[in-house]
């Protein structure tokens, strides 16, 4: 901004404001904060026949310790160990405490160093770095794919993110690596991650980068009785936009309006151009029924005005798939249901929001007793998201089994159709796991072990693969089905007999090469070709013979690569135990589009160099997810 004589005034005023308003931070204290978790909307089924919601984890308003949630637990895969690796509730305020490095007595680590996961923890290691420059990690970080809806990907970005690692020495101009960390939790919607992070910060490496971005938790998770007291001490020393816009929040907050009116003028006199914040603040003072039309790009404090004056969020307001954003959409009142429950699949789906928020959103919906009557015929012809609400109720509600199959094959087709596969998986895991398995099922028996193995639920998917191997005995299309379940079940895990069934994978390529589904990620030589790089990447030997099946055709196939200096450096990287920079290059080389949407050929590198780096789980993590997507 222009050094003007209002510019020049302001420090003094907002000094003189600051002290006038600390009486008020104690009173705002008083209120406690308010829970951001949404309003719990009970469905109007019995109480025996609707799951019990749990706590949710990533809530870091929530009172207590994690709890446990009432879905399945994740699949165990070859090599992955239990513990709160990838458990978001491992980090998050009221559980375990972060680990930090006593930089006291190691006065010569960096506070860049600190973190809430130590290797035992599901973090890759105090070495970590080793081996990597300084300006690799500035590089690279902030190009992070925070929104891919990849959970995988996402569980590695997370524990690179806290691990708690020796980070590489730095120059006189440096970048914060702990603010980069935090600007990229924050961008995945981890609300208990960043508030874990900003905690295990040293007091010598506080920032105004930290400081922001503990005040945009704050707003974003709806405390502002400690966002305002940190606010009210920050604006004597930095009279920023940023830090004005929030005192003025707080002066309406507690009652100080002509003071927040005050600010106001200065704010537009040096040129401010943010209607709604305006708007907002009118309408908090009562000078004017202030509504928003549009919010496309809403930041963290908009949303705790919004709700703090009780007003309606815009449509437009999930226009982009900020995870963050998504997430306090789906978790505010302020939004109608169906805008609730839109922002909540998407937020679900990126791994923002905990599936059990999704749940409780879809039974809360009040449908007509002709639309719970007829759910297929709806579903088949409306795609949007109360349509999936009135099916997920019809399957929450549904007591004869032939029909809750019916119901819960349509919904897993539909959500095939509309890439929406493993989100619909994990909706309705705990309605799959309380169905028992019959032989009068068996027809169900391949989609509930897909639906089972995309969901992370290994015991489930056993029961329905035992049901499916009875029937295999004397039916020849049971035995076609289990067959084409074996790389799906070899990729996971179920069951781990030491290698390969190739007599199964040649029946597998067969029935690929005679498939007539079309459609990009169905191509039978796609997907084949997508299949026998994982398996390869993962140890697994195919033979020749099937890699000769797939020579006809065109011989080149225009395929999105890497640049060519990450494509080299993730080899070098994985094969010379630089961990943290081969998990960094592998997420760029996926990027957004993540294991769904690779090539066979990039694919198959990314597993192989992170299982070279010591991460089998994770390779296999990323492999099956590719494999589910394309309908192997």
């Known amino acids: 901004m222009n050094d003007s004589p209002v510019r020049r005034r302001l420090p003094a005023v ?68 239990p513990g709160p690796a990838s458990d978001p509730a491992a980090a998050q305020p009221g559980g375990p405490s972060p680990v930090r490095i006593e930089v006291d007595q190691l006065g010569r680590i960096s506070p860049d160093s600190v973190g809430t996961l130590t290797a035992g923890q599901g973090g890759f290691g105090i070495d970590m770095w080793a081996g990597t420059g300084r300006k690799v990690i500035e590089t690279l970080l902030p190009r992070l794919p925070v929104r891919t809806t990849s959970r995988a990907m996402r569980d590695l970005m997370r524990r690179l993110l806290l691990s708690t690692a020796t980070a590489p020495p730095g120059g006189e ?127 963290p404090l908009h949303f705790a005005m919004v709700r703090a004056s009780r007003a309606r969020l815009p449509v437009d307001v999930i226009s982009s798939d900020n995870p963050s954003v998504l997430r306090t959409v789906a978790t505010s009142p302020n939004a109608r249901p169906e805008l609730r429950i839109d922002a909540a699949e998407r937020a679900e789906n990126i791994g923002a929001l905990r599936t059990d928020v999704l749940r409780q959103l879809y039974a809360g919906v009040t449908f007509s007793e002709d639309a719970l009557d007829n759910p297929l015929t709806r579903a088949r012809g409306d795609r949007s998201p109360l349509s999936r609400a009135l099916l997920y109720r019809k399957a929450l ?103 390969i069934d190739e007599q199964a994978l040649r029946r597998w390529a067969e029935d690929a090469a005679s498939a007539a589904d079309g459609g990009s990620r169905g191509q039978p030589a796609r997907r084949a070709s997508l ?61 957004e589009a993540g294991p769904a949407e690779a090539d066979p050929i990039v694919l198959g590198r990314v597993v192989s160099s992170l299982r070279r780096a010591g991460l089998e789980a994770d390779a296999r993590a990323i492999a099956l997810e590719a494999a589910v997507a394309a309908g192997i």
């Not at 939790?185 to 991650?193: E, I, P, R, T, Y």
């Open 14 to 81: 907002a000094l003189a404001l600051a002290v006038a308003s600390m009486a008020a931070a104690p009173a705002l204290a008083q209120q406690g904060p308010r829970s951001l978790a949404p309003t719990t909307l009970a469905p109007p089924v019995a109480p025996d026949q609707a799951p019990a919601p749990a706590p949710d984890r990533n809530d870091p308003q929530r009172p207590g310790a994690a709890a446990a949630d009432d879905a399945p637990p994740p699949l165990r895969l070859p090599g992955q160990s």
């Open 531 to 591: 299949l026998f790089n994982i398996l390869e990447a993962l140890g697994d030997e195919v033979p020749p013979e099937l890699w000769a099946g797939l020579l006809a055709g065109p011989p080149r196939a225009p395929v999105l690569m890497p640049r060519a200096a990450i494509w080299r450096t993730l080899g070098d990287a994985a094969e010379n135990g630089r961990t943290g920079e081969t998990v960094l290059l592998a997420l760029l080389t996926l990027g």
């Open 397 to 499: 509600v549904e007591s004869v089994p032939t029909a809750l199959a019916e119901v819960l094959n349509r919904a897993f087709g539909l959500a095939r159709e509309g890439g929406r596969f493993m989100a619909a998986a994990r909706t309705y895991s705990g309605i799959l796991g309380n169905l028992s398995p019959t032989r009068d099922l068996a027809w169900f028996a391949p989609g509930a072990v897909r639906a089972a193995i995309a969901a992370g639920d290994a015991d489930t998917a056993g029961r329905w693969l035992a049901v499916l191997r009875s029937g295999a005995v004397l039916n020849e299309e049971a035995a076609l089905e289990r067959d084409r379940l074996m790389p799906l079940l070899r990729l996971a895990g179920l069951p781990d007999e030491g290698g």
């Open 173 to 299: 101009n440096a970048k914060s690596l702990v603010a980069m960390r935090l600007d990229a939790l924050a961008a995945l919607g981890d609300v208990a991650g960043t508030d874990a992070l900003i905690k295990a910060a040293p007091s010598r490496g506080i920032t105004e980068e930290l400081l922001r971005a503990e005040a945009d938790l704050l707003f974003a998770t709806n405390d502002n009785a400690r966002a305002c007291p940190l606010v009210a001490g920050q604006i004597k020393d930095d009279v920023s936009t940023y830090w004005q816009k929030a005192f003025i929040f707080c002066q309406s907050l507690a009652g100080e309006h002509d003071r927040a009116s005050l600010g106001v003028s200065l704010l537009r006199e040096e040129g401010e151009d943010d209607p709604v914040f305006f708007g907002l603040i009118d309408r908090l003072s009562g000078v004017e029924k202030f509504e928003i039309e549009s919010l496309s790009s809403p930041a």
